[in-house]
């Protein structure tokens, strides 16, 4: 920071997913940053579903669309690229859980929905998820 300040240091894994369509939007995975977009052409706006399964160990889960934030297990980042840490120390909006997420899918604005899962780190995590499109 600007008083020179140096954080840990923490090294994580980053997965982009190739593209899925809403039929075949099951994902599963484990530590560190998994992005996948779930292509919505042909699809009309309305509410969408995100079930999932993040187990025992803590991660969490964001919903965007044209990088506009719309749901997760925790409060807006502010940022397409949500937070890291560590399974021991997890940070709000991280959860040991099963559940799901209901937004609101605009055709107007984009045609893909982007789900980013956070997998806390150092901690054998494992998680999935499935969506329901309109």
Known sequence: DNNGNVSDYITTNIVI???VTCA???VSGSEGL???TVDMTGKSSGTMSLTYDTYSVPDR???YQNGTWLTGTGTNPNST???QCNCSTPLPGFIGDNGTLTFPFDANKSKDITVVVSG???GGTAWDWTMTCP
Do not use: R, Y
Request: hydrophobic content about 40%; some cysteine.
């Open 24 to 26: 075949t939007a099951h």
């Open 34 to 36: 998994t992005f996948t």
């Open 120 to 122: 806390c780190l150092g």
């Open 81 to 83: 690229i949500p937070p």
């Open 17 to 19: 997913n190739a593209p």
């Open 61 to 63: 889960l964001d919903v």
